[in-house]
């Protein structure tokens, strides 16, 4: 039985996306149907090339947005958090998903049925400028990724990353990142080899500006990583 905190008109997470332009009559129609869904670690959301027939918001848990490229290898686009929706620009364009989501821990997610999306955007304007506006914040960001990959050393894009993971995700307890990256997906979001990530990891360790335990990595001199990550 749904609880109440959990119907969109009720939920908090929808200020973080395009649902939070909607009326209440809106998302009550939305919450009549959708479903909320447990997701395991290491389970597949949707994988690349699949037709989706809606959305995905992400209410708990984190996720990799990846391609497969031709060698297929992964390539790490994003990490999607709370409040992101999944899948909008595949539903919107008509077209099968270009990327796999896959959960990083577990998750929760609410799936809405695209009639929904569509619907909105035919009949409020608000909601559509605001798709719009998320639509041109993930292209600049993959502009940036481009950028990145064309002008960076990897140690400066396994700086970044180690920063970007310490800034969204903060640390545990015990100091270290408290989002646990394998080996293999670290070097997915940089854009390199499983062998080189390890090699600079091994490096940046040996300067004493990270430290590790297992998969965990600890930040000891956040000032010297964002000088790497500059290139200075």
Known sequence: METEENRCENCIIRQLNA???????????????????????GEAIFEEGERLNGVFCVRNGVSKLSKASENGKDQIVKLATKG?????RSVIAEQRANLSAVALNDMEVCYIPKNHLTDNINDNVAFTKA???KMAEDLKFADNVIVNMAHKSVKQRIAETLLYLNTNFGTD??????????REDIANVVGTAKEACIRMLSA???????????????????KALEKIAEGL
């Open 204 to 222: 940046l360790k040996k300067e004493s500006i990270i430290s590790t335990n297992g998969k965990r990595i600890k930040i000891e001199d956040n």
């Open 173 to 182: 307890n015990e100091g270290y990142l408290a989002m646990i990256l394998t």
């Open 84 to 88: 992101e929706v999944l899948g909008q």
């Open 131 to 133: 798709v719009l506006v």
């Open 19 to 41: 649902l939070k332009t909607l009326s209440k009559d809106e998302l009550k129609k939305i919450s009549d149907s959708k479903v909320t869904k447990s997701i395991k670690k």
